[in-house]
């Protein structure tokens, strides 16, 4: 059999060769399985039909699933730097650009060649005598930006926002509105986060919702298309940096800046003023010096720290304000779990080949090749610094390492979710509960592969009527959050101490030092404690005493996950809109033990709640109090409206009507005759008041009630099997609850914990600073702080944000 010539052989393969559109995402920095680079040591292979990229180890697996043969094959070899070479004096005040400083990085230099598989026949680039369409394809891949660039910076001038046209002349409308700091509902459903305050009218209303599902119900975006009120501003995010705050202009489709903030936000009662201060107060002196006193614990700044390199220790890249991420990816591929799944289960090969066409937008294969990535070891070797040639010394350097950038990732983790699309920072709890979310439904249908219910479990509520029958009702959450009751502090001594000390330096006009700072100490287990407390439920509907009345609700575990992730709520609003975080240490052991938590269930001889009788037309059901209509009348509205009113608040007063009534004047239903109770179209109020005080939302409620029958126990079935369902947890802080009347498929065992992994935030907002990871690992504390990774020397375990917890068996 005749040698084919390279040249010929490149030309009988020029259907598989593709000139880049302007629109085509090139991919040429990155492995779009590894994390290789063009400075790997076998270089970078870009396919010239599909402009996807591949390491020397994954491009033959391209070839075997797609056929194609053409490959750009790009090389950045380090450029050898003279000894003697002589320092350029900087002319510019600049980093790492043309006349300024020199910021030591090495200069590469970039080759090219054409290479066809399976053989890898290697032909040079550029070079005249390659097919022109080889040569228009080969220069357009090399002058292209790159999609992992181009992605990055359009992130990047995301968040550049321009000053909105409206905010000039907002027009704002006197009615008496008043927001409180904290509390906040939607106007039109049981929503209790992601809510927006339209700055014309004061109307507070949930936010779009999500392609999946998720976010809120397009209440706000609703209220605009209805009555043309252009700006609102996002509640949580107002803060004394008023540009910071996330104000949305609905008619220019984007996040805007308001000039005038300040003024638009006083016109509804917040007030900013007395935080404009030209000097720092005490308070505000002592702030600086517990946050300065943060970053040097939790990141452990002075201490020498000998840096760890080796499977499973390796360091994530900082995208620009990305540390949230890496912190919680490097404690959840800690989990056996995942790394199960991800990495000992599951090679990048097989997850390629199950992947789309392009394995970029792919969940499960970015996951594999970041499992890959931190656990392989192949990325985490030592590097010295001004190791340019074999005769630096490496004993007398600090070694680092350089990580792996999560782009892919972070691209595919984020495509559903705008503010992680962002580059700027973010919740960790967020950010965990939305990963666990869309890990769930990547495995949907393979609930047996589906790590994320390693952290999985089930919360029973029990609630006490005041006629003393029960209810119960079982949900399902991935994380506990717990409340700090810092009254329970165990150094209450040393804080007296403290608070004189601090009263009398005040006297005398001087500050008190970091040193001198007393924070309370409050234990882990006064946290637990307080969770399983009893708490009021006001307003509960009795089906015992057909009547709104005051009820106990406690809850308990129905089953302990592998992984109990426990998270602190440090953050809290103080009067006058004043975000404050909690400055606390919890006294956190290495083990515990929460088997007294679990939920004992229906106890023998307790009476349920009965189910609610349909009411008919010669029921006793409540009517308007006249008195209570005509004075809502009298102040110009509808009649109708306010005997529904009246009784949607059984008659308790005209201040409570007329709140019901603001609140529902956009109701679908809200012209509808009153009815007399028994048309199918409407379902036992009572029966909704129970699922809402599970945590479900009144419009899933009814939904569900009207599917079931009215049967409680088939409704809550009923919401877990339609994901259309959007279910709203009772704790607006804590994660995305869903309901379930049983445990099936849930993992379970004894309620014993060891502590390994705790990810720590530092700063004054969890939207800004920076968050690191300590993670228990071969029977010694590591730090993971973006690319370092060392072994702790005094691990911050009274300073987490997030705990994590395994279970220990037997």
């Given at each position: 059999?005749?040698?084919?010539?390279?040249?010929?052989?490149?030309?009988?393969?020029?259907?598989?060769?593709?000139?880049?559109?302007?629109?085509?995402?090139?991919?040429?920095?990155?492995?779009?399985?590894s994390f290789d680079t063009p400075k790997?040591?076998?270089?970078?292979?870009?396919?010239?039909?599909?402009?996807?990229?591949?390491?020397?180890?994954?491009?033959?697996?391209?070839?075997?699933?797609?056929?194609?043969?053409?490959?750009?094959?790009?090389?950045?070899?380090?450029?050898?730097?003279?000894?003697?070479?002589?320092?350029?004096?900087?002319?510019?005040?600049?980093?790492?650009?043309?006349?300024?400083?020199?910021?030591?990085?090495?200069?590469?230099?970039?080759?090219?060649?054409?290479?066809?598989?399976?053989?890898?026949?290697?032909?040079?680039?550029?070079?005249?005598?390659?097919?022109?369409?080889?040569?228009?394809?080969?220069?357009?891949?090399?002058?292209?930006?790159?999609?992992?660039?181009?992605?990055?910076?359009?992130?990047?001038?995301?968040?550049?926002?321009?000053?909105?046209?409206?905010?000039?002349?907002?027009?704002?409308?006197?009615?008496?509105?008043?927001?409180?700091?904290?509390?906040?509902?939607?106007?039109?459903?049981?929503?209790?986060?992601?809510?927006?305050?339209?700055?014309?009218?004061?109307?507070?209303?949930?936010?779009?919702?999500?392609?999946?599902?998720?976010?809120?119900?397009?209440?706000?975006?609703?209220?605009?298309?209805?009555?043309?009120?252009?700006?609102?501003?996002?509640?949580?995010?107002?803060?004394?940096?008023?540009?910071?705050?996330?104000?949305?202009?609905?008619?220019?489709?984007?996040?805007?800046?308001?000039?005038?903030?300040?003024?638009?936000?006083?016109?509804?009662?917040?007030?900013?003023?007395?935080?404009?201060?030209?000097?720092?107060?005490?308070?505000?002196?002592?702030?600086?010096?517990?946050?300065?006193?943060?970053?040097?614990?939790?990141?452990?700044?002075?201490?020498?720290?000998?840096?760890?390199?080796?499977?499973?220790?390796?360091?994530?890249?900082?995208?620009?304000?990305?540390?949230?991420?890496?912190?919680?990816?490097?404690?959840?591929?800690?989990?056996?779990?995942?790394?199960?799944?991800?990495?000992?289960?599951?090679?990048?090969?097989?997850?390629?080949?199950?992947?789309?066409?392009?394995?970029?937008?792919?969940?499960?294969?970015?996951?594999?090749?970041?499992?890959?990535?931190?656990?392989?070891?192949?990325?985490?070797?030592?590097?010295?610094?001004?190791?340019?040639?074999?005769?630096?010394?490496?004993?007398?350097?600090?070694?680092?390492?350089?990580?792996?950038?999560?782009?892919?990732?972070?691209?595919?983790?984020?495509?559903?979710?705008?503010?992680?699309?962002?580059?700027?920072?973010?919740?960790?709890?967020?950010?965990?509960?939305?990963?666990?979310?869309?890990?769930?439904?990547?495995?949907?249908?393979?609930?047996?592969?589906?790590?994320?219910?390693?952290?999985?479990?089930?919360?029973?509520?029990?609630?006490?009527?005041?006629?003393?029958?029960?209810?119960?009702?079982?949900?399902?959450?991935?994380?506990?959050?717990?409340?700090?009751?810092?009254?329970?502090?165990?150094?209450?001594?040393?804080?007296?101490?403290?608070?004189?000390?601090?009263?009398?330096?005040?006297?005398?006009?001087?500050?008190?030092?970091?040193?001198?700072?007393?924070?309370?100490?409050?234990?882990?287990?006064?946290?637990?404690?307080?969770?399983?407390?009893?708490?009021?439920?006001?307003?509960?509907?009795?089906?015992?005493?057909?009547?709104?009345?005051?009820?106990?609700?406690?809850?308990?575990?129905?089953?302990?996950?592998?992984?109990?992730?426990?998270?602190?709520?440090?953050?809290?609003?103080?009067?006058?809109?004043?975000?404050?975080?909690?400055?606390?240490?919890?006294?956190?052991?290495?083990?515990?033990?929460?088997?007294?938590?679990?939920?004992?269930?229906?106890?023998?001889?307790?009476?349920?709640?009965?189910?609610?009788?349909?009411?008919?037309?010669?029921?006793?059901?409540?009517?308007?109090?006249?008195?209570?209509?005509?004075?809502?009348v009298s102040m110009g509205f509808n009649?109708?409206?306010?005997?529904?009113?009246?009784?949607?608040?059984?008659?308790?007063?005209?201040?409570?009507?007329?709140?019901?009534?603001?609140?529902?004047?956009?109701?679908?239903?809200?012209?509808?005759?009153?009815?007399?109770?028994?048309?199918?179209?409407?379902?036992?109020?009572?029966?909704?008041?129970?699922?809402?005080?599970?945590?479900?939302?009144?419009?899933?409620?009814?939904?569900?009630?009207?599917?079931?029958?009215?049967?409680?126990?088939?409704?809550?079935?009923?919401?877990?099997?339609?994901?259309?369902?959007?279910?709203?947890?009772?704790?607006?802080?804590?994660?995305?609850?869903?309901?379930?009347?049983?445990?099936?498929?849930?993992?379970?065992?004894?309620?014993?914990?060891?502590?390994?992994?705790?990810?720590?935030?530092?700063?004054?907002?969890?939207?800004?600073?920076?968050?690191?990871?300590?993670?228990?690992?071969?029977?010694?504390?590591?730090?993971?702080?973006?690319?370092?990774?060392?072994?702790?020397v005094n691990p911050p375990k009274d300073?987490?944000?997030?705990?994590?917890?395994?279970?220990?068996?037997?």
């Amino acid at each position: 059999m005749m040698e084919v010539e390279p040249m010929d052989l490149l030309r009988s393969n020029l259907s598989r060769v593709r000139i880049p559109e302007p629109t085509n995402r090139i991919f040429k920095h990155e492995c779009c399985l590894s994390f290789d680079t063009p400075k790997s040591e076998g270089g970078l292979y870009i396919d010239m039909f599909t402009f996807l990229a591949f390491g020397k180890d994954c491009v033959g697996w391209n070839f075997e699933k797609t056929g194609n043969p053409v490959y750009l094959h790009v090389k950045k070899t380090k450029k050898l730097v003279p000894e003697d070479r002589p320092t350029k004096k900087p002319t510019r005040l600049a980093i790492g650009v043309e006349g300024g400083f020199d910021n030591n990085e090495p200069e590469y230099e970039e080759t090219h060649s054409i290479v066809i598989l399976p053989n890898y026949i290697s032909l040079p680039f550029p070079s005249v005598e390659l097919p022109e369409k080889v040569r228009l394809a080969a220069d357009a891949i090399v002058l292209a930006e790159g999609a992992e660039r181009k992605e990055q910076v359009a992130a990047w001038t995301a968040d550049k926002k321009t000053v909105s046209t409206y905010a000039m002349n907002l027009q704002q409308l006197d009615n008496g509105v008043v927001i409180p700091p904290s509390g906040w509902k939607c106007a039109k459903c049981d929503k209790t986060d992601n809510l927006w305050l339209n700055l014309t009218d004061g109307m507070i209303l949930c936010g779009r919702r999500n392609w999946d599902g998720s976010g809120g119900n397009n209440h706000a975006v609703e209220h605009y298309n209805e009555t043309g009120y252009p700006l609102a501003v996002k509640l949580g995010t107002i803060t004394a940096d008023l540009e910071a705050a996330d104000v949305y202009s609905y008619p220019e489709d984007n996040s805007v800046l308001d000039p005038h903030l300040a003024q638009h936000l006083a016109f509804f009662g917040i007030d900013f003023s007395s935080l404009q201060k030209t000097e720092m107060t005490t308070a505000e002196r002592e702030l600086d010096h517990n946050t300065n006193f943060d970053w040097n614990r939790i990141q452990e700044s002075g201490e020498e720290k000998e840096p760890i390199f080796g499977p499973g220790y390796t360091g994530l890249v900082n995208l620009g304000n990305s540390c949230y991420l890496a912190a919680t990816m490097q404690v959840v591929f800690t989990t056996r779990s995942f790394c199960s799944r991800y990495y000992i289960n599951q090679s990048l090969k097989k997850a390629f080949e199950t992947a789309p066409a392009d394995p970029t937008v792919d969940l499960n294969m970015q996951l594999t090749k970041l499992a890959h990535g931190l656990l392989s070891g192949k990325y985490s070797m030592p590097v010295y610094e001004n190791d340019d040639n074999s005769s630096i010394d490496a004993t007398t350097k600090t070694p680092k390492q350089e990580g792996i950038p999560p782009r892919m990732f972070k691209s595919v983790i984020a495509a559903s979710h705008p503010e992680f699309s962002s580059m700027r920072q973010q919740d960790a709890l967020e950010f965990f509960l939305h990963f666990l979310d869309q890990v769930e439904r990547s495995n949907a249908g393979k609930a047996e592969l589906d790590p994320a219910k390693c952290f999985k479990f089930g919360i029973e509520d029990r609630i006490l009527c005041s006629s003393g029958k029960v209810a119960y009702n079982k949900r399902q959450d991935y994380i506990l959050s717990l409340n700090i009751p810092l009254h329970e502090a165990t150094n209450k001594e040393e804080m007296e101490l403290f608070r004189k000390l601090k009263a009398e330096k005040l006297s005398e006009g001087k500050d008190v030092s970091a040193e001198e700072i007393v924070r309370p100490r409050v234990p882990l287990e006064a946290c637990l404690r307080n969770f399983s407390a009893p708490e009021e439920i006001h307003d509960f509907y009795s089906t015992a005493l057909k009547a709104k009345t005051t009820a106990l609700k406690t809850a308990g575990f129905t089953s302990f996950p592998d992984y109990l992730v426990l998270h602190m709520r440090k953050f809290v609003m103080e009067e006058g809109w004043v975000p404050k975080k909690l400055d606390v240490y919890i006294d956190v052991p290495d083990i515990i033990d929460i088997n007294h938590m679990r939920s004992k269930g229906h106890h023998p001889g307790e009476e349920l709640l009965p189910d609610a009788e349909p009411i008919d037309e010669d029921s006793n059901q409540p009517s308007a109090n006249e008195d209570i209509v005509a004075q809502l009348v009298s102040m110009g509205f509808n009649q109708l409206h306010c005997q529904k009113a009246a009784i949607n608040t059984l008659n308790a007063g005209v201040e409570e009507a007329m709140n019901w009534l603001l609140s529902h004047m956009d109701d679908p239903d809200i012209d509808s005759p009153i009815s007399k109770g028994n048309s199918s179209d409407n379902v036992d109020q009572s029966k909704v008041d129970i699922l809402i005080s599970f945590g479900f939302e009144d419009h899933v409620a009814r939904k569900a009630l009207k599917a079931s029958g009215e049967d409680i126990e088939k409704a809550t079935e009923w919401i877990f099997s339609n994901p259309d369902a959007s279910v709203s947890s009772m704790d607006a802080s804590a994660s995305n609850t869903t309901s379930a009347s049983n445990d099936i498929g849930l993992s379970d065992g004894g309620g014993k914990y060891r502590l390994i992994g705790i990810v720590s935030h530092m700063g004054t907002s969890t939207h800004c600073g920076h968050y690191v990871a300590h993670i228990l690992k071969e029977g010694r504390w590591v730090i993971f702080n973006d690319t370092k990774v060392a072994v702790s020397v005094n691990p911050p375990k009274d300073m987490g944000y997030l705990y994590f917890f395994e279970r220990i068996d037997g």
